[in-house]
T-cell receptor
């Protein structure tokens, strides 16, 4: 089944403890992206990647890192999480072109205490 | 300041009725505009996509309109069903890759 998977789906952690949220897609998509969703603010783009080894900042990249070493994986790294990074995170992917439909993962709910 | 504003924030409609959601944007230059449907606890799903040269696009009971001159879009839901209860998100893009999202309109359909 074609899909975008994220792990973990739920995570509670403490301030300053490094964590990684994994994202994987099995559709051979070139483009992948991370978003966070907060009540009243909607979805905001954190980072995106046009292809392997190519990443760009979205609207809210501060406090996050990403890497794209393989086409199928695009992990989101929080080196020193803070409570303001408590949010619902979505990974998404699409083939490549601007008109292609983006497919979203199921979301990761992160709580930083 | 958010470059994509949606209204209303929420609305409640009776099953079988129609409704229209609004999206105003200031993103420039403009490449394309999408409407997404997001069910509670799930990722968004694309409904329609339009470029500046298109002014209407349909997907079943969903019809989106675009006025690139006034930078306004609307999503019309016809003959609403209980399954239409969701958040509807307007997304505008400069280049198809960097995206600006509206905060969404929450639609509740009641029997």
């Amino acid at each position: 089944e074609a899909q975008v998977t994220q792990n973990p789906r739920y995570l509670i952690t403490v301030t300053g403890k490094k964590l990684t949220v994994t994202c994987s897609q099995n559709m051979n998509h070139e483009y992948m992206s991370w978003y966070r969703q907060d009540p009243g603010l909607g979805l905001r783009q954190i980072y995106y990647s046009m292809n392997v080894e190519v990443t760009d900042k979205g609207d809210v990249p501060e406090g996050y890192k990403v890497s794209r070493k393989e086409k199928r994986n695009f992990p989101l790294i929080l080196e020193s999480p803070s409570p303001n990074q408590t949010s619902l995170y979505f990974c998404a992917s699409k083939v490549r072109d601007w008109w292609d439909t983006q497919y979203f993962g199921p979301g990761t709910r992160l709580t930083v205490l | 300041k958010n470059q994509v504003e949606q209204s209303p924030q929420s609305l409640i409609i009776l099953e079988g009725k129609n409704c229209t959601l609004q999206c105003n944007y200031t993103v420039s230059p403009f490449s394309n505009l999408r409407w997404y449907k997001q069910d509670t606890g799930r990722g968004p799903v694309s409904l329609t996509i339009m470029t500046f040269s298109e002014n209407t696009k349909s997907n079943g009971r969903y019809t989106a309109t675009l006025d690139a001159d006034t930078k306004q879009s609307s999503l019309h839901i016809t003959a609403s069903q209980l399954s239409d209860s969701a958040s509807y998100i307007c997304v505008v893009s400069v280049d198809g890759y960097k995206l600006s999202f509206g905060a969404g309109t929450t639609v509740t359909v009641r029997a």
